[in-house]
């Protein structure tokens, strides 16, 4: 049996050349992975670094919004608000809210930091409205880590403290707003003497970190019932903020213009009573769609924005857009409580309230509002929906668990 064998010798010159182009290829690769992390590396490092706002020369911004959103990571995709979208998207998408905020006639724009929550996506936020010349406003709230009406462990205060520290820290050039809890008489964190000892323990930590910055206390949020914001101020619970602030909301709809009044007399009474030691705000206030027509949601604006400019009282609106939440998101009792609607249009309120934070709100405006409210519901307006009676005016009305602590991948 004969064989017959078949050889294939390669050719020296051709494997020289292969060896060549894996070696290129190599180098290539190489480069291109250096790039990328030296691109990561100055974004998050030197990026934040180089962008410094001015002090402030005003106690709060004038016109803010609070920006609600909701991400969720799914590897290479995210779920930004209703949106599938690619991860590196989600950078193009928050430089274009900053943007329309801006340009809307916002000067401010509040952010929640959450206590034993990842707040990446916050700090990235607040870079990115600091680049578009936004003031950010850092909510510092810890409710959620802890059962309800029982102050923090000596444990839990340490890590708490580790926590403003850091946060105030890594932001001291952009964020010179900080809010101590979300509305402490709702979302409780003890007694009022317990949230005196918290005061205590974060605001001299707050000014260390940054001594420019203003730290602002919500200390009327239930309506008519003042008693929580009497009892902290009795307990020299004053002594621990530079920035009172109120929320003034009713019960179904959350908007009503007697209350409004009510509410900015009283706070007035309670700063003279204390010698006028801190200038007042609205560090948040809105109004569902959900509630009433969007017309009488703009009507109501108008008037809440009117009445806060005649006792010089900046106001803080929650919140921007419902495209940036789950489609149809309840928060408290309502609904649709952006200025922008799901499908990423602008409700009339969006144009009411530019108006006022662009100039002076005339009343000749609010009355071709309430006109406007009164018409027969056209085609762009919704049907009002029926909501449940909230209880009281001063029940609890918006679980602010904002759901951004989960970690896109990509660098925002």
């Given at each position: 049996m004969s064989h017959i064998c078949c050889c294939i010798t390669a050719n020296p010159n051709e494997t020289k050349i292969m060896k060549r182009i894996l070696k290129i290829v190599f180098l290539i690769i190489t480069l291109l992975i250096l790039l990328m992390a030296g691109y990561y590396i100055y974004q998050l490092y030197v990026v934040p670094k180089l962008t410094i706002l001015d002090v402030p020369t005003l106690s709060y911004p004038r016109q803010s919004v609070f920006y609600r959103y909701y991400i969720q990571s799914n590897g290479l995709t995210v779920t930004f608000g209703g949106q599938n979208m690619p991860a590196s998207q989600v950078t193009t998408e928050l430089e274009k809210d900053m943007k329309n905020i801006k340009s809307s006639g916002f000067d401010g724009v509040k952010l929640s930091y959450s206590f034993q929550g990842n707040n990446y996506l916050a700090d990235r936020i607040a870079l990115r409205a600091s680049q578009q010349g936004l003031y950010p406003i850092g909510m510092l709230q810890g409710y959620q880590a802890k059962p309800k009406d029982r102050a923090f462990t000596s444990e839990e205060m340490a890590e708490w403290q580790k926590f403003v520290r850091d946060e105030v820290s890594a932001n001291k050039n952009t964020i010179y707003f900080w809010e101590i809890w979300n509305e402490p008489s709702l979302f409780r964190y003890g007694s009022p003497e317990e949230f005196v000892q918290l005061l205590a323990a974060t605001y001299p930590i707050i000014k260390e970190a940054n001594p420019n910055a203003k730290v602002v206390v919500t200390l009327g949020a239930e309506g008519r019932d003042t008693s929580f914001e009497d009892k902290v101020l009795a307990l020299g619970g004053g002594?621990?903020?530079?920035?009172?602030?109120?929320?003034?909301?009713?019960?179904?709809?959350?908007?009503?213009?007697?209350?409004?009044?009510?509410?900015?007399?009283?706070?007035?009474?309670?700063?003279?009573?204390?010698?006028?030691?801190?200038?007042?705000?609205?560090?948040?206030?809105?109004?569902?769609?959900?509630?009433?027509?969007?017309?009488?949601?703009?009507?109501?604006?108008?008037?809440?924005?009117?009445?806060?400019?005649?006792?010089?009282?900046?106001?803080?609106?929650?919140?921007?857009?419902?495209?940036?939440?789950?489609k149809d998101e309840v928060t408290g009792d309502g609904a649709n409580w952006g200025l922008i609607r799901f499908d990423g249009t602008e409700r009339p309120i969006l144009e009411a309230i530019s108006i006022t934070a662009q100039g002076s709100i005339k009343p000749t405006q609010i009355v071709t509002l309430r006109e406007r409210s009164l018409r027969p519901k056209g085609l762009h307006l919704r049907k009002t929906e029926i909501l449940r009676t909230r209880k009281s005016a001063g029940c609890s009305h918006r679980p602010d668990v904002l759901r951004e602590n989960d970690m896109v991948t990509e660098l925002l």
């Open positions: 002594d621990y903020f530079d920035v009172l602030s109120f929320h003034p909301y009713g019960a179904n709809p959350y908007l009503q213009e007697e209350l409004i009044k009510e509410a900015i007399a009283h706070e007035r009474l309670v700063v003279a009573k204390y010698n006028n030691r801190w200038p007042l705000v609205i560090s948040e206030i809105g109004q569902p769609a959900s509630e009433v027509s969007e017309e009488e949601q703009a009507r109501l604006a108008t008037f809440l924005y009117a009445e806060a400019a005649k006792n010089k009282i900046p106001v803080t609106w929650f919140y921007w857009s419902d495209e940036r939440l789950p």
